[in-house]
């Protein structure tokens, strides 16, 4: 894989680690001060939410290091163009339906590397 694409799933990868230790286990104690727009007691309420969005996440990162530890580069590009193209859906439908700035930190990057991925 070219080295920008690497670079790009990378930080994919990075991005979903911290979002599932943000929500699994920093939800009450760091998220709120991540995501300011609610009240306090809405992070107590939504726990076990948000664990389980870390989980999925999780799986995302995964999937991504899983392309980028792969020995085989055929399977590589095949694993990195799902799971960049489940990342951009995530970030597109975040960014239209919670809140804008979902779009440009995790769809812009996974639709960088998927566009990287498909046309390079």
């Known amino acids: 894989m070219h080295i920008l694409i690497q670079i790009l799933l990378v930080v994919i990868a990075v991005q ?19 995501f300011r727009g609610f009240s306090p ?16 996440n999780g799986f995302l990162a995964a999937g991504v290091l899983w392309a980028l530890l792969s020995p085989d580069l055929a399977l ?3 694993v990195a163009v799902f799971f960049t193209a489940c990342v951009a859906a995530a970030g597109i439908y975040g960014g239209v339906s919670v809140q804008r700035s979902i779009f440009f930190i995790q769809g812009i990057p996974a639709l960088a590397a998927l566009a990287g991925l498909l046309f390079l």
Do not use: C, I, S
């Open 16 to 34: 979903h680690l911290f979002f599932l230790w943000l929500e699994m286990f920093a939800w009450t104690t760091r998220a709120p001060k991540v």
């Open 76 to 78: 590589a590009r095949q």
């Open 41 to 56: 007691d809405f992070f107590e309420k939504t726990k076990n939410m948000a664990a389980n969005q870390g989980l999925y």
